[in-house]
Protein backbone atom coordinates (compact mmCIF):
# COMPACT_ATOMS: atom_id res chain seq x y z
CA UNK A 1 0.00 0.00 0.00
CA UNK A 2 1.12 3.34 -0.76
CA UNK A 3 2.01 6.16 1.78
CA UNK A 4 -0.37 8.22 -0.42
CA UNK A 5 -3.26 5.95 -0.52
CA UNK A 6 -2.33 5.35 3.61
CA UNK A 7 -3.07 9.24 4.54
CA UNK A 8 -5.68 9.39 2.40
CA UNK A 9 -7.11 6.56 4.83
CA UNK A 10 -6.02 8.20 7.41
CA UNK A 11 -7.90 11.40 6.30
CA UNK A 12 -10.84 9.85 5.83
CA UNK A 13 -10.80 8.65 9.60
CA UNK A 14 -9.63 11.38 11.22
CA UNK A 15 -11.79 14.35 9.67
CA UNK A 16 -14.84 15.37 11.24
CA UNK A 17 -18.49 14.34 9.18
CA UNK A 18 -20.72 16.64 7.39
CA UNK A 19 -23.30 16.34 10.14
CA UNK A 20 -20.79 17.09 12.74
CA UNK A 21 -19.07 20.26 11.86
CA UNK A 22 -22.94 21.30 11.16
CA UNK A 23 -23.40 20.60 14.57
CA UNK A 24 -20.63 22.97 15.74
CA UNK A 25 -21.52 25.66 12.71
CA UNK A 26 -25.23 25.71 14.70
CA UNK A 27 -23.07 25.73 18.31
CA UNK A 28 -21.32 28.29 16.88
CA UNK A 29 -24.18 30.97 15.61
CA UNK A 30 -25.77 30.40 18.79
CA UNK A 31 -23.33 31.43 20.88
CA UNK A 32 -22.38 34.51 18.35
CA UNK A 33 -26.28 35.47 18.79
CA UNK A 34 -25.83 35.46 22.55
CA UNK A 35 -22.40 37.49 22.60
CA UNK A 36 -24.05 40.23 20.45
CA UNK A 37 -26.99 40.14 22.97
CA UNK A 38 -24.28 40.34 25.86
CA UNK A 39 -22.52 43.00 24.52
CA UNK A 40 -25.64 45.18 24.21
CA UNK A 41 -26.65 44.94 27.50
CA UNK A 42 -23.97 45.22 29.16
CA UNK A 43 -22.58 47.62 26.79
CA UNK A 44 -19.10 45.96 26.57
CA UNK A 45 -16.96 46.61 23.86
CA UNK A 46 -15.37 43.30 22.33
CA UNK A 47 -14.94 41.43 18.84
CA UNK A 48 -16.17 37.76 18.45
CA UNK A 49 -12.83 35.66 17.00
CA UNK A 50 -13.30 32.16 16.22
CA UNK A 51 -9.96 30.19 17.42
CA UNK A 52 -8.45 26.73 17.52
CA UNK A 53 -8.40 24.21 15.03
CA UNK A 54 -11.22 24.32 13.48
CA UNK A 55 -10.57 28.34 12.38
CA UNK A 56 -7.12 27.00 11.16
CA UNK A 57 -8.90 24.34 9.34
CA UNK A 58 -6.22 21.87 11.08
CA UNK A 59 -9.52 20.20 12.67
CA UNK A 60 -9.46 16.26 13.41
CA UNK A 61 -12.37 14.29 15.14
CA UNK A 62 -13.23 15.60 18.90
CA UNK A 63 -11.36 19.13 18.64
CA UNK A 64 -13.46 21.19 20.96
CA UNK A 65 -13.66 25.07 19.68
CA UNK A 66 -12.48 28.29 21.13
CA UNK A 67 -14.30 31.56 21.24
CA UNK A 68 -12.04 34.48 21.68
CA UNK A 69 -13.99 37.99 23.05
CA UNK A 70 -11.44 40.09 21.95
CA UNK A 71 -11.09 43.75 23.58
CA UNK A 72 -8.79 47.01 22.63
CA UNK A 73 -9.11 48.68 26.21
CA UNK A 74 -8.77 47.36 29.76
CA UNK A 75 -11.64 45.51 31.00
CA UNK A 76 -12.61 43.65 34.42
CA UNK A 77 -12.31 39.85 33.55
CA UNK A 78 -14.45 39.16 36.83
CA UNK A 79 -17.27 41.27 35.57
CA UNK A 80 -16.75 39.69 32.22
CA UNK A 81 -17.49 36.28 33.39
CA UNK A 82 -20.35 37.51 35.70
CA UNK A 83 -21.96 38.89 32.45
CA UNK A 84 -20.80 35.13 30.14
CA UNK A 85 -22.88 33.54 33.09
CA UNK A 86 -25.89 35.49 32.75
CA UNK A 87 -26.08 34.36 28.92
CA UNK A 88 -24.87 31.27 28.57
CA UNK A 89 -26.29 29.64 32.53
CA UNK A 90 -25.11 26.24 31.34
CA UNK A 91 -21.49 27.58 31.30
CA UNK A 92 -18.97 26.55 33.70
CA UNK A 93 -16.51 28.66 34.82
CA UNK A 94 -12.52 27.84 34.81
CA UNK A 95 -9.58 29.65 35.74
CA UNK A 96 -6.05 30.20 33.55
CA UNK A 97 -4.65 33.39 34.16
CA UNK A 98 -7.75 34.53 34.40
CA UNK A 99 -11.60 33.42 34.15
CA UNK A 100 -13.05 32.23 31.44
CA UNK A 101 -16.22 30.00 30.53
CA UNK A 102 -16.64 26.82 28.83
CA UNK A 103 -19.70 25.06 27.89
CA UNK A 104 -20.77 21.55 26.88
CA UNK A 105 -22.34 20.29 23.90
CA UNK A 106 -23.32 15.96 23.22
CA UNK A 107 -19.74 15.99 21.43
CA UNK A 108 -17.43 18.71 22.24
CA UNK A 109 -17.33 21.42 24.04
CA UNK A 110 -16.71 25.44 23.58
CA UNK A 111 -14.31 27.67 25.32
CA UNK A 112 -15.57 31.47 25.54
CA UNK A 113 -12.36 33.05 26.67
CA UNK A 114 -11.74 36.89 27.06
CA UNK A 115 -8.90 38.64 26.22
CA UNK A 116 -7.11 41.49 24.66
CA UNK A 117 -6.78 42.47 20.92
CA UNK A 118 -2.99 42.42 19.86
CA UNK A 119 -1.40 43.61 16.36
CA UNK A 120 2.14 42.21 17.67
CA UNK A 121 2.90 40.55 21.52
CA UNK A 122 4.92 43.81 22.61
CA UNK A 123 1.70 45.09 24.18
CA UNK A 124 0.22 41.46 25.43
CA UNK A 125 -0.98 41.46 29.00
CA UNK A 126 -1.74 37.85 29.66
CA UNK A 127 -0.48 34.25 27.54
CA UNK A 128 -3.67 34.04 26.31
CA UNK A 129 -3.78 36.77 24.21
CA UNK A 130 -1.33 35.61 21.84
CA UNK A 131 -3.45 32.79 20.77
CA UNK A 132 -5.00 34.74 18.15
CA UNK A 133 -1.76 35.59 16.56
CA UNK A 134 -0.98 31.90 16.22
CA UNK A 135 -4.77 31.44 13.90
CA UNK A 136 -3.68 33.93 11.84
CA UNK A 137 -0.11 32.90 11.43
CA UNK A 138 -1.60 29.13 10.35
CA UNK A 139 -4.12 30.59 8.08
CA UNK A 140 -1.83 32.75 6.63
CA UNK A 141 1.56 30.47 6.29
CA UNK A 142 -0.31 26.88 5.35
CA UNK A 143 -1.67 25.33 2.54
CA UNK A 144 -4.40 22.98 2.28
CA UNK A 145 -1.83 19.84 1.91
CA UNK A 146 0.05 21.74 4.93
CA UNK A 147 -3.06 21.67 6.66
CA UNK A 148 -4.07 18.03 6.37
CA UNK A 149 -0.45 17.12 7.04
CA UNK A 150 -1.03 18.95 10.35
CA UNK A 151 -4.11 16.49 10.81
CA UNK A 152 -2.72 13.69 10.23
CA UNK A 153 0.72 14.44 12.09
CA UNK A 154 -1.80 15.06 15.52
CA UNK A 155 -3.75 11.61 15.06
CA UNK A 156 -0.30 9.73 14.82
CA UNK A 157 0.33 11.86 18.48
CA UNK A 158 -3.06 11.83 19.95
CA UNK A 159 -2.30 7.56 18.88
CA UNK A 160 0.98 6.90 20.53
CA UNK A 161 -0.30 9.08 23.48
CA UNK A 162 1.73 12.36 23.35
CA UNK A 163 -1.24 15.22 21.88
CA UNK A 164 -2.49 17.90 24.30
CA UNK A 165 -1.12 20.56 26.22
CA UNK A 166 -3.12 20.12 28.83
CA UNK A 167 -1.45 19.96 32.39
CA UNK A 168 -2.93 16.08 33.10
CA UNK A 169 -0.43 15.13 29.52
CA UNK A 170 2.00 18.06 29.07
CA UNK A 171 2.27 16.58 25.64
CA UNK A 172 2.30 18.60 22.28
CA UNK A 173 -0.50 21.18 21.58
CA UNK A 174 -1.77 21.40 18.08
CA UNK A 175 -0.34 24.10 17.77
CA UNK A 176 3.38 22.83 18.52
CA UNK A 177 2.19 19.95 15.97
CA UNK A 178 1.62 22.73 13.60
CA UNK A 179 4.96 24.61 13.78
CA UNK A 180 6.59 21.28 13.19
CA UNK A 181 4.71 20.80 9.67
CA UNK A 182 5.97 24.48 8.97
CA UNK A 183 9.17 23.45 9.75
CA UNK A 184 9.28 20.35 7.96
CA UNK A 185 6.25 20.51 5.59
CA UNK A 186 5.06 16.95 6.04
CA UNK A 187 4.28 14.51 8.30
CA UNK A 188 6.87 12.06 7.07
CA UNK A 189 9.55 14.20 6.92
CA UNK A 190 8.59 15.19 10.81
CA UNK A 191 8.49 11.55 11.78
CA UNK A 192 11.97 11.21 9.79
CA UNK A 193 13.45 13.94 11.63
CA UNK A 194 11.94 13.08 15.31
CA UNK A 195 13.67 9.68 14.85
CA UNK A 196 16.87 11.59 15.26
CA UNK A 197 16.04 13.48 18.16
CA UNK A 198 18.51 13.74 20.61
CA UNK A 199 16.81 14.77 24.83
CA UNK A 200 17.14 17.70 24.82
CA UNK A 201 16.83 18.93 21.40
CA UNK A 202 16.06 22.30 19.31
CA UNK A 203 14.22 22.03 16.16
CA UNK A 204 16.41 25.73 15.57
CA UNK A 205 19.71 23.72 16.29
CA UNK A 206 20.25 26.06 19.35
CA UNK A 207 19.55 25.00 22.84
CA UNK A 208 21.14 28.25 24.93
CA UNK A 209 17.87 30.08 25.02
CA UNK A 210 16.06 27.86 26.46
CA UNK A 211 18.46 25.90 28.67
CA UNK A 212 16.26 23.84 31.04
CA UNK A 213 13.37 22.75 28.25
CA UNK A 214 13.44 19.06 26.89
CA UNK A 215 12.17 20.23 23.69
CA UNK A 216 12.64 23.60 21.95
CA UNK A 217 10.48 25.53 19.07
CA UNK A 218 10.72 28.80 18.94
CA UNK A 219 6.80 30.48 18.38
CA UNK A 220 6.82 32.50 15.23
CA UNK A 221 5.12 35.19 16.46
CA UNK A 222 6.72 35.57 19.76
CA UNK A 223 10.64 34.55 19.57
CA UNK A 224 10.84 35.37 23.34
CA UNK A 225 9.00 31.74 23.58
CA UNK A 226 9.09 28.63 23.68
CA UNK A 227 5.72 26.36 22.00
CA UNK A 228 7.17 23.61 23.38
CA UNK A 229 8.43 23.93 26.87
CA UNK A 230 5.09 22.01 28.14
CA UNK A 231 6.37 18.75 26.68
CA UNK A 232 7.36 16.45 28.96
CA UNK A 233 11.00 14.31 29.13
CA UNK A 234 8.57 11.22 28.69
CA UNK A 235 6.48 12.49 25.82
CA UNK A 236 9.58 13.93 24.26
CA UNK A 237 11.00 10.37 24.54
CA UNK A 238 7.87 8.31 23.62
CA UNK A 239 7.70 10.65 20.32
CA UNK A 240 10.84 9.99 19.75
CA UNK A 241 10.90 5.62 20.07
CA UNK A 242 7.63 5.89 17.93
CA UNK A 243 9.19 7.75 15.29
CA UNK A 244 12.20 5.43 14.85
CA UNK A 245 9.82 2.38 15.21
CA UNK A 246 7.30 3.76 13.04
CA UNK A 247 7.14 1.75 9.77
CA UNK A 248 4.45 1.87 6.45
CA UNK A 249 2.84 -2.02 7.03
CA UNK A 250 1.99 -1.29 10.88
CA UNK A 251 1.01 2.25 10.32
CA UNK A 252 -2.80 1.10 12.15
CA UNK A 253 -0.79 0.19 15.38
CA UNK A 254 0.46 3.98 15.70
CA UNK A 255 -2.55 5.95 14.35
CA UNK A 256 -5.40 3.62 15.99
CA UNK A 257 -4.26 1.60 18.56
CA UNK A 258 -6.83 -0.77 20.73
CA UNK A 259 -7.00 0.20 23.75
CA UNK A 260 -4.93 -1.90 26.62
CA UNK A 261 -5.38 -1.66 30.57
CA UNK A 262 -2.87 -2.16 32.99
CA UNK A 263 -3.28 -4.28 36.45
CA UNK A 264 -2.07 -1.93 39.14
CA UNK A 265 -0.01 -4.02 41.38
CA UNK A 266 -2.36 -4.95 45.20
CA UNK A 267 0.48 -3.16 47.08
CA UNK A 268 -0.28 0.27 45.72
CA UNK A 269 -1.29 3.02 47.56
CA UNK A 270 -3.49 5.97 46.64
CA UNK A 271 -3.76 9.11 48.40
CA UNK A 272 -6.82 11.40 48.18
CA UNK A 273 -7.32 14.84 48.30
CA UNK A 274 -11.01 16.71 48.12
CA UNK A 275 -10.60 20.11 46.22
CA UNK A 276 -13.04 22.66 46.53
CA UNK A 277 -12.42 24.36 42.69
CA UNK A 278 -10.73 20.69 40.72
CA UNK A 279 -8.75 23.18 38.14
CA UNK A 280 -5.94 21.17 36.52
CA UNK A 281 -3.74 24.15 35.74
CA UNK A 282 -3.77 24.88 39.11
CA UNK A 283 -3.98 22.28 41.18
CA UNK A 284 -2.17 19.39 39.04
CA UNK A 285 1.03 20.84 39.61
CA UNK A 286 0.69 20.81 43.17
CA UNK A 287 -0.55 17.54 43.51
CA UNK A 288 3.00 16.69 41.42
CA UNK A 289 4.83 19.21 43.75
CA UNK A 290 3.67 16.87 46.77
CA UNK A 291 3.93 13.56 45.48
CA UNK A 292 7.77 14.58 45.07
CA UNK A 293 8.28 15.63 48.20
CA UNK A 294 6.19 12.29 49.65
CA UNK A 295 8.35 10.01 47.23
CA UNK A 296 11.85 12.03 48.77
CA UNK A 297 10.73 11.61 52.46
CA UNK A 298 9.71 7.89 51.81
CA UNK A 299 12.89 7.18 50.93
CA UNK A 300 14.90 8.86 53.57
CA UNK A 301 12.91 6.78 55.81
CA UNK A 302 13.65 3.01 53.91
CA UNK A 303 10.69 2.80 51.46
CA UNK A 304 11.81 3.25 47.81
CA UNK A 305 8.92 4.61 45.89
CA UNK A 306 9.45 2.60 41.90
CA UNK A 307 6.45 4.75 40.71
CA UNK A 308 3.95 7.56 41.02
CA UNK A 309 1.56 9.35 39.27
CA UNK A 310 -1.33 12.08 39.83
CA UNK A 311 -5.00 12.67 38.72
CA UNK A 312 -7.63 15.25 39.21
CA UNK A 313 -11.02 13.72 38.85
CA UNK A 314 -13.62 14.73 41.68
CA UNK A 315 -10.81 14.75 43.98
CA UNK A 316 -6.88 14.98 43.95
CA UNK A 317 -5.22 11.88 43.26
CA UNK A 318 -1.66 10.01 44.11
CA UNK A 319 -0.47 6.89 42.93
CA UNK A 320 2.44 5.16 44.83
CA UNK A 321 3.85 1.71 43.63
CA UNK A 322 6.70 0.93 46.81
CA UNK A 323 9.20 -1.27 45.95
CA UNK A 324 8.46 -2.41 49.94
CA UNK A 325 5.81 -2.01 52.38
CA UNK A 326 7.72 -2.78 55.18
CA UNK A 327 11.02 -2.20 56.23
CA UNK A 328 13.61 -4.01 59.80
CA UNK A 329 14.28 -1.41 62.31
CA UNK A 330 17.43 -0.55 60.98
CA UNK A 331 18.06 1.77 57.93
CA UNK A 332 21.00 3.58 56.44
CA UNK A 333 21.14 7.08 56.71
CA UNK A 334 23.24 9.04 53.76
CA UNK A 335 24.89 11.97 55.00
CA UNK A 336 27.32 14.57 52.81
CA UNK A 337 30.27 13.93 51.38
CA UNK A 338 32.98 14.90 54.23
CA UNK A 339 34.35 18.04 51.70
CA UNK A 340 30.30 19.86 52.61
CA UNK A 341 30.12 22.59 54.87
CA UNK A 342 27.01 21.01 56.60
CA UNK A 343 29.54 17.52 57.31
CA UNK A 344 29.36 19.88 60.50
CA UNK A 345 25.58 19.86 60.76
CA UNK A 346 25.96 16.04 60.25
CA UNK A 347 28.24 15.42 63.23
CA UNK A 348 26.09 17.52 65.80
CA UNK A 349 23.27 15.48 64.95
CA UNK A 350 24.86 12.06 64.78
CA UNK A 351 28.27 11.93 65.86
CA UNK A 352 27.01 10.03 69.75
CA UNK A 353 25.96 7.87 67.56
CA UNK A 354 22.58 5.52 67.55
CA UNK A 355 21.83 1.99 69.03
CA UNK A 356 23.53 0.75 66.07
CA UNK A 357 26.61 2.27 66.54
CA UNK A 358 28.70 5.56 65.08
CA UNK A 359 28.89 6.83 62.07
CA UNK A 360 30.78 5.83 58.98
CA UNK A 361 32.89 6.74 55.95
CA UNK A 362 32.06 5.09 52.86
CA UNK A 363 33.65 6.68 49.53
CA UNK A 364 33.80 10.42 50.37
CA UNK A 365 30.48 10.54 52.17
CA UNK A 366 29.32 10.36 56.03
CA UNK A 367 26.88 7.48 56.90
CA UNK A 368 24.99 6.12 60.49
CA UNK A 369 22.78 3.15 60.55
CA UNK A 370 19.83 4.59 62.68
CA UNK A 371 16.39 3.11 63.84
CA UNK A 372 13.46 3.79 61.56
CA UNK A 373 10.73 5.73 62.68
CA UNK A 374 8.34 3.16 61.02
CA UNK A 375 8.14 -0.28 60.15
CA UNK A 376 5.42 0.19 57.45
CA UNK A 377 4.50 1.93 54.90
CA UNK A 378 1.26 3.48 55.69
CA UNK A 379 2.81 4.55 59.26
CA UNK A 380 5.42 6.73 57.19
CA UNK A 381 2.72 8.12 54.95
CA UNK A 382 0.64 8.64 57.17
CA UNK A 383 2.56 11.33 59.08
CA UNK A 384 4.16 12.91 55.85
CA UNK A 385 1.07 13.78 54.53
CA UNK A 386 0.11 15.59 57.55
CA UNK A 387 2.92 18.12 57.35
CA UNK A 388 2.80 18.42 53.71
CA UNK A 389 1.59 22.57 51.90
CA UNK A 390 -0.98 21.89 50.00
CA UNK A 391 -2.65 24.64 47.73
CA UNK A 392 -5.98 26.26 48.76
CA UNK A 393 -8.05 24.48 46.74
CA UNK A 394 -7.62 21.27 48.73
CA UNK A 395 -8.54 20.27 51.89
CA UNK A 396 -6.30 19.22 54.44
CA UNK A 397 -8.83 17.63 56.84
CA UNK A 398 -10.03 15.05 54.01
CA UNK A 399 -6.94 13.38 52.89
CA UNK A 400 -7.42 9.78 52.90
CA UNK A 401 -4.95 6.64 52.20
CA UNK A 402 -6.47 4.17 50.79
CA UNK A 403 -5.44 0.84 49.40
CA UNK A 404 -5.23 0.64 45.28
CA UNK A 405 -8.32 -1.84 45.51
CA UNK A 406 -10.52 0.47 47.29
CA UNK A 407 -14.01 0.77 46.24
CA UNK A 408 -12.62 4.66 46.77
CA UNK A 409 -10.32 4.59 44.44
CA UNK A 410 -11.89 5.20 40.49
CA UNK A 411 -11.32 2.69 38.05
CA UNK A 412 -9.89 5.01 35.74
CA UNK A 413 -6.85 5.44 37.79
CA UNK A 414 -6.65 1.61 38.40
CA UNK A 415 -6.56 1.11 34.55
CA UNK A 416 -4.48 4.46 33.46
CA UNK A 417 -2.33 4.39 36.36
CA UNK A 418 0.65 4.59 34.14
CA UNK A 419 1.21 7.68 32.02
CA UNK A 420 2.75 7.84 29.51
CA UNK A 421 2.09 4.39 28.29
CA UNK A 422 3.12 2.51 24.53
CA UNK A 423 0.60 0.77 22.84
CA UNK A 424 1.14 -2.22 20.42
CA UNK A 425 3.61 -0.88 18.61
CA UNK A 426 6.09 -0.92 21.01
CA UNK A 427 6.69 -3.92 19.62
CA UNK A 428 8.09 -2.89 16.25
CA UNK A 429 11.48 -3.90 15.32
CA UNK A 430 13.57 -0.70 15.35
CA UNK A 431 14.47 0.18 11.54
CA UNK A 432 17.86 -0.73 10.79
CA UNK A 433 18.96 2.62 8.93
CA UNK A 434 18.36 4.05 12.69
CA UNK A 435 21.37 3.78 14.85
CA UNK A 436 20.35 1.39 18.17
Excluded at 26 to 43: H, Q, V
Excluded at 177 to 194: N, P, Q
Excluded at 270 to 285: A, D, F, Q, R, T
Aim: glycine share 6%; hydrophobic share 40%; with cysteine.
Amino acid sequence: MLFLDIKKEILQSVMEDQAELKKKEAALSAIRKTLENIKKKADLDFEIFLGGSIAKGTNIKGSDVDVFILFDKEFDPLKVLKELKKGFKDGREEYSEHPYLIIDFDTFSADIVPAYKLSTVSSMVTSVDRTPLHVEFVKNKFTENMKNEARILKQFMKGIGVYGAESSIQGFSGYVSELLIHKYHTFDRVISEAAGWTIPFSVEGSLSKFKSANLVITDPVDEERNAAANVSLENLATMILASRLFRLEDWRLFFFPEKEEFRIPAYGFVVSIECKKCNEEVLLPNLRRIATIIKNDLDREGFRIIFSSVFLLDRGYIVLIPENVEINDVIIHEGPPVTNGRIMDFLEKWGGGTAFGRPFINGDRIYVLRETRSRTIHESLSRIVRKVKLANDFSKDTVEILNIDDKKVPAEIKKGFLRPSLGRWSSVRIKDTVEQ
